[in-house]
Protein backbone atom coordinates (compact mmCIF):
# COMPACT_ATOMS: atom_id res chain seq x y z
CA UNK A 1 0.00 0.00 0.00
CA UNK A 2 1.76 3.02 -0.86
CA UNK A 3 1.49 6.50 1.06
CA UNK A 4 0.78 8.37 -2.29
CA UNK A 5 -2.45 6.91 -4.66
CA UNK A 6 -2.14 7.12 -7.71
CA UNK A 7 -4.39 5.00 -10.52
CA UNK A 8 -2.93 1.80 -11.70
CA UNK A 9 -3.72 2.86 -15.40
CA UNK A 10 -5.16 5.12 -17.85
CA UNK A 11 -5.26 4.93 -21.40
CA UNK A 12 -6.07 8.26 -24.42
CA UNK A 13 -5.46 8.22 -27.81
CA UNK A 14 -2.51 9.70 -29.79
CA UNK A 15 -2.85 13.35 -30.12
CA UNK A 16 -5.66 13.48 -26.82
CA UNK A 17 -4.83 14.52 -23.74
CA UNK A 18 -4.62 12.63 -20.40
CA UNK A 19 -4.03 13.60 -16.88
CA UNK A 20 -2.98 11.43 -13.94
CA UNK A 21 -3.67 12.08 -10.27
CA UNK A 22 -1.78 11.81 -6.96
CA UNK A 23 -2.97 12.04 -3.94
CA UNK A 24 -1.74 12.48 -0.71
CA UNK A 25 -1.83 14.04 2.85
CA UNK A 26 -0.71 17.26 4.61
CA UNK A 27 2.49 15.77 5.78
CA UNK A 28 3.82 14.70 2.30
CA UNK A 29 2.27 16.35 -0.91
CA UNK A 30 0.74 18.93 1.19
CA UNK A 31 4.36 20.34 3.07
CA UNK A 32 6.85 19.26 0.37
CA UNK A 33 7.45 19.75 -3.23
CA UNK A 34 6.59 16.79 -5.44
CA UNK A 35 8.50 15.48 -8.99
CA UNK A 36 6.89 12.79 -11.55
CA UNK A 37 9.02 9.59 -13.03
CA UNK A 38 8.75 8.63 -16.09
CA UNK A 39 9.92 5.05 -16.18
CA UNK A 40 9.98 2.80 -19.49
CA UNK A 41 10.30 -0.85 -19.37
CA UNK A 42 13.71 -1.76 -18.12
CA UNK A 43 15.01 1.23 -17.62
CA UNK A 44 15.71 3.50 -14.75
CA UNK A 45 13.11 6.53 -14.18
CA UNK A 46 13.68 10.13 -15.50
CA UNK A 47 12.00 13.37 -13.96
CA UNK A 48 9.78 14.91 -16.16
CA UNK A 49 8.35 17.16 -13.78
CA UNK A 50 9.81 18.52 -10.17
CA UNK A 51 9.19 20.95 -7.56
CA UNK A 52 5.65 20.68 -8.88
CA UNK A 53 5.10 22.21 -12.09
CA UNK A 54 8.98 22.98 -13.21
CA UNK A 55 10.17 20.90 -16.27
CA UNK A 56 13.92 19.92 -16.42
CA UNK A 57 15.39 20.90 -19.83
CA UNK A 58 14.70 18.08 -22.41
CA UNK A 59 11.33 17.74 -21.28
CA UNK A 60 8.80 18.87 -24.20
CA UNK A 61 6.30 21.46 -22.94
CA UNK A 62 3.58 18.17 -23.45
CA UNK A 63 4.31 17.78 -20.12
CA UNK A 64 2.86 19.82 -17.65
CA UNK A 65 2.23 19.41 -13.90
CA UNK A 66 0.41 21.28 -11.01
CA UNK A 67 -0.35 21.02 -6.97
CA UNK A 68 -3.24 21.82 -5.24
CA UNK A 69 -3.29 21.24 -1.61
CA UNK A 70 -2.86 17.66 -0.81
CA UNK A 71 -3.11 16.44 -4.49
CA UNK A 72 -1.02 16.57 -7.25
CA UNK A 73 -1.75 16.40 -11.43
CA UNK A 74 0.63 15.13 -14.05
CA UNK A 75 -0.79 16.02 -17.29
CA UNK A 76 0.71 15.14 -21.20
CA UNK A 77 -0.83 16.81 -24.16
CA UNK A 78 -0.34 15.97 -27.64
CA UNK A 79 -0.29 12.05 -26.75
CA UNK A 80 2.46 10.43 -28.24
CA UNK A 81 3.03 6.40 -28.51
CA UNK A 82 6.62 7.14 -27.26
CA UNK A 83 5.18 8.13 -23.92
CA UNK A 84 3.89 5.00 -23.08
CA UNK A 85 5.30 3.99 -19.82
CA UNK A 86 4.45 4.06 -16.10
CA UNK A 87 4.68 7.06 -14.19
CA UNK A 88 5.16 7.48 -10.83
CA UNK A 89 4.64 10.82 -8.62
CA UNK A 90 7.19 11.16 -5.95
CA UNK A 91 7.74 13.45 -2.58
CA UNK A 92 8.89 13.79 1.56
CA UNK A 93 6.62 13.06 4.29
CA UNK A 94 7.68 14.64 7.06
CA UNK A 95 5.60 12.46 9.63
CA UNK A 96 7.47 9.41 8.18
CA UNK A 97 10.65 10.96 7.39
CA UNK A 98 11.05 8.97 4.48
CA UNK A 99 10.35 9.58 0.68
CA UNK A 100 7.34 8.79 -0.44
CA UNK A 101 6.44 7.61 -4.20
CA UNK A 102 2.71 6.72 -5.77
CA UNK A 103 2.17 2.63 -7.17
CA UNK A 104 2.23 3.84 -10.39
CA UNK A 105 0.05 4.74 -13.56
CA UNK A 106 0.57 2.75 -16.81
CA UNK A 107 -0.05 5.21 -19.98
CA UNK A 108 -1.25 2.86 -22.42
CA UNK A 109 -1.57 5.45 -25.91
CA UNK A 110 -4.03 3.46 -27.85
CA UNK B 1 25.67 10.70 -14.26
CA UNK B 2 25.79 8.00 -11.79
CA UNK B 3 27.83 4.46 -12.25
CA UNK B 4 26.47 1.38 -10.22
CA UNK B 5 28.09 -1.48 -9.61
CA UNK B 6 27.32 -4.85 -11.17
CA UNK B 7 24.94 -7.59 -10.77
CA UNK B 8 24.79 -9.63 -7.59
CA UNK B 9 23.68 -13.06 -6.84
CA UNK B 10 23.55 -13.84 -3.12
CA UNK B 11 21.63 -16.52 -0.93
CA UNK B 12 19.40 -16.26 1.55
CA UNK B 13 20.90 -14.72 5.32
CA UNK B 14 24.17 -13.08 2.80
CA UNK B 15 25.45 -9.49 2.91
CA UNK B 16 25.32 -7.15 -0.29
CA UNK B 17 27.28 -4.16 -0.91
CA UNK B 18 26.12 -1.81 -4.07
CA UNK B 19 28.42 0.87 -5.12
CA UNK B 20 26.72 4.50 -6.42
CA UNK B 21 29.99 6.93 -8.10
CA UNK B 22 28.91 10.23 -9.06
CA UNK B 23 30.81 12.15 -11.98
CA UNK B 24 30.51 15.39 -13.39
CA UNK B 25 29.34 17.25 -10.31
CA UNK B 26 30.51 18.48 -6.80
CA UNK B 27 29.50 15.02 -4.56
CA UNK B 28 28.96 16.76 -1.78
CA UNK B 29 26.46 19.57 -2.59
CA UNK B 30 23.89 16.83 -3.40
CA UNK B 31 22.35 13.80 -1.20
CA UNK B 32 22.33 10.40 -2.62
CA UNK B 33 19.12 8.31 -2.32
CA UNK B 34 18.28 4.71 -2.55
CA UNK B 35 15.21 3.27 -4.13
CA UNK B 36 14.23 -0.34 -5.45
CA UNK B 37 11.79 -2.14 -7.40
CA UNK B 38 11.22 -5.51 -6.99
CA UNK B 39 9.86 -7.28 -9.92
CA UNK B 40 7.09 -5.97 -11.80
CA UNK B 41 6.58 -3.89 -8.76
CA UNK B 42 6.80 -0.07 -8.26
CA UNK B 43 9.66 2.01 -6.16
CA UNK B 44 10.18 1.60 -2.62
CA UNK B 45 12.51 4.04 -1.26
CA UNK B 46 16.06 2.54 1.01
CA UNK B 47 17.19 5.35 2.40
CA UNK B 48 19.43 8.76 1.63
CA UNK B 49 22.52 10.21 2.98
CA UNK B 50 23.86 13.53 3.53
CA UNK B 51 27.17 13.26 1.58
CA UNK B 52 28.75 16.41 3.17
CA UNK B 53 28.28 15.36 7.27
CA UNK B 54 27.33 11.89 6.60
CA UNK B 55 23.93 11.52 8.20
CA UNK B 56 21.54 8.91 7.08
CA UNK B 57 17.61 7.85 7.19
CA UNK B 58 16.40 5.02 6.69
CA UNK B 59 13.15 3.28 5.57
CA UNK B 60 10.99 1.67 8.80
CA UNK B 61 11.14 -1.59 7.25
CA UNK B 62 14.88 -2.21 6.46
CA UNK B 63 15.90 -0.46 9.77
CA UNK B 64 18.64 -2.56 11.31
CA UNK B 65 19.49 -4.07 7.85
CA UNK B 66 20.23 -1.61 5.75
CA UNK B 67 23.32 0.46 6.08
CA UNK B 68 24.38 3.97 3.80
CA UNK B 69 27.57 4.73 3.67
CA UNK B 70 30.00 7.22 1.63
CA UNK B 71 34.03 7.89 0.69
CA UNK B 72 33.51 11.55 -0.77
CA UNK B 73 37.37 10.90 -1.71
CA UNK B 74 36.21 8.81 -4.28
CA UNK B 75 32.54 10.37 -5.33
CA UNK B 76 30.73 7.08 -4.18
CA UNK B 77 28.17 6.28 -1.96
CA UNK B 78 28.00 2.27 -0.57
CA UNK B 79 24.62 0.61 0.19
CA UNK B 80 24.92 -2.72 2.33
CA UNK B 81 21.84 -4.74 2.92
CA UNK B 82 22.47 -7.46 5.35
CA UNK B 83 20.60 -10.52 6.38
CA UNK B 84 19.01 -11.03 2.93
CA UNK B 85 16.03 -12.21 2.03
CA UNK B 86 14.02 -13.71 -1.45
CA UNK B 87 12.02 -10.47 -0.94
CA UNK B 88 14.98 -8.46 -1.07
CA UNK B 89 15.43 -9.62 -4.53
CA UNK B 90 14.66 -6.02 -6.70
CA UNK B 91 17.10 -3.40 -8.79
CA UNK B 92 18.52 -1.19 -6.40
CA UNK B 93 18.96 2.09 -7.95
CA UNK B 94 20.75 5.66 -6.71
CA UNK B 95 19.81 8.57 -7.81
CA UNK B 96 20.80 12.18 -6.58
CA UNK B 97 19.13 14.54 -4.51
CA UNK B 98 18.56 17.95 -4.13
CA UNK B 99 17.56 17.95 -0.69
CA UNK B 100 15.97 21.28 -1.01
CA UNK B 101 13.00 20.15 -3.06
CA UNK B 102 13.31 16.59 -3.00
CA UNK B 103 14.18 15.97 -7.07
CA UNK B 104 15.80 12.97 -7.41
CA UNK B 105 18.09 13.44 -10.68
CA UNK B 106 19.56 11.54 -12.17
CA UNK B 107 19.53 8.12 -11.48
CA UNK B 108 21.82 5.20 -11.83
CA UNK B 109 21.24 2.65 -14.39
CA UNK B 110 20.06 0.29 -11.35
CA UNK B 111 21.98 -2.79 -9.54
CA UNK B 112 19.99 -6.16 -9.90
CA UNK B 113 20.34 -7.94 -6.55
CA UNK B 114 19.35 -11.62 -6.79
CA UNK B 115 18.42 -13.64 -3.20
CA UNK B 116 18.46 -17.07 -4.53
CA UNK B 117 19.31 -20.51 -2.39
Known amino acids: QSVLTQPPSVSAAPGQKVTIPCSGS????????LSWYQQFPGTAPKVVIY???WRPSGIPDRFSGSKSGTSATLGITGLQTGDEADYYC???????????FGGGTKLTVL | HLVQSGPEVKIPGASVKVSCKGF????????ITWVRQAPGQGLEWVGWINTHLGFTDYAHNLQGRVTLTRDTSANTAYMELTSLRSDDTAIYYC????????????WGLGTLVTVSS
Open chain 2, 95 to 106: ARLTVANHQLDP
Open chain 1, 51 to 53: QND
Open chain 2, 24 to 31: GYSFTTYG
Open chain 1, 90 to 100: GTWDSSLNAIV
Open chain 1, 26 to 33: NSNIGSHD
